[in-house]
């Protein structure tokens, strides 16, 4: 059964029918993160990814005094995304719930959204994938199992997980209880061990910040920050 084709919009999203009930976002606290890379595994796992297609990528920074610290990197889920603005053929789209998602059957493989994003959180599908067990063969949008050859594929936040209320894999997988989910909507994160926080007043007490906020891309992942690491690329 093929995927259902979205009416768009003149900005390239579908339209809006009513208030959605949830804005997605992510706060990664980088006291915590000890590099495990679990959350890269899990999220493979979930996707039916290869080896060198880290959807969060788990980065090793030096600390100003030495130490190494830790970065996960998911999809920044930008407000103002690039990757969006540049598709020739919209198949990037923003989902209602505030979620960056690519429709691989409109995806035409030209990768300029690869050039466009300055996280470098897409990734190219040169070869087949491996297929996985039966009932996963339908690709969509929210969950993209198998990805497409010749298409473009990135973090999805789960999505096929958080309609349902269901962690997405990496805060399901993060031993640390370093990765919280966020409702900007009701203004709710917690994260594997239910530790649960009103997002505002909690990055406004820890300093978080968001990476190369500089860009003007309003990512929806902001951090709690380490140990004086420096984060610029």
């Not at 030096?62 to 053929?89: H, T, W, Y």
Request: proline share 8%; with cysteine; hydrophobic share 30%.
């Amino acid at each position: 059964m093929g995927i259902m084709r979205r009416p768009f919009s003149a900005a390239g999203s579908p339209p809006r029918r009513e208030k959605p009930k949830r804005q997605w976002g992510m706060v990664i606290d980088l006291t915590r993160c000890d590099g495990c890379k679990e959350c890269t595994g899990a999220c493979q796992n979930t996707h039916y990814l290869p080896n060198d297609h880290e959807w969060i990528k788990v980065y090793e920074i030096e600390g100003e005094n030495g130490s190494k610290v830790f970065m996960p990197r998911p999809c920044m889920q930008c407000e103002e995304a690039p990757c969006l603005k540049v598709c020739p053929v919209r198949a990037t789209y923003k989902s209602d719930e505030g979620i960056i998602l690519v429709d691989q059957e409109l995806c035409i493989g030209c990768r300029i959204c690869m050039a466009a994003c300055p996280y470098n959180a897409r990734y190219f599908n040169y070869w087949e994938q491996v297929k996985p067990p039966g009932p996963f063969d339908n690709p969509m949008p929210e969950f993209p199992v198998p990805q497409q050859r010749g298409t473009v594929g990135k973090c999805v936040l789960c999505v096929h997980y958080t309609q349902v209320g269901r962690l997405p894999a990496c805060v399901e997988a993060c031993r640390m209880d370093a990765i919280y989910i966020a409702d900007l909507e009701s203004g709710v994160m917690t994260n594997r061990s239910g530790e649960t926080y009103e997002i505002h007043q909690y990055l406004r007490e820890n300093d978080a910040f968001r990476f190369k906020e500089e860009l003007n891309t309003s990512p929806r992942v902001w951090y709690v920050a380490g140990h004086g690491q420096s984060l610029e690329s």
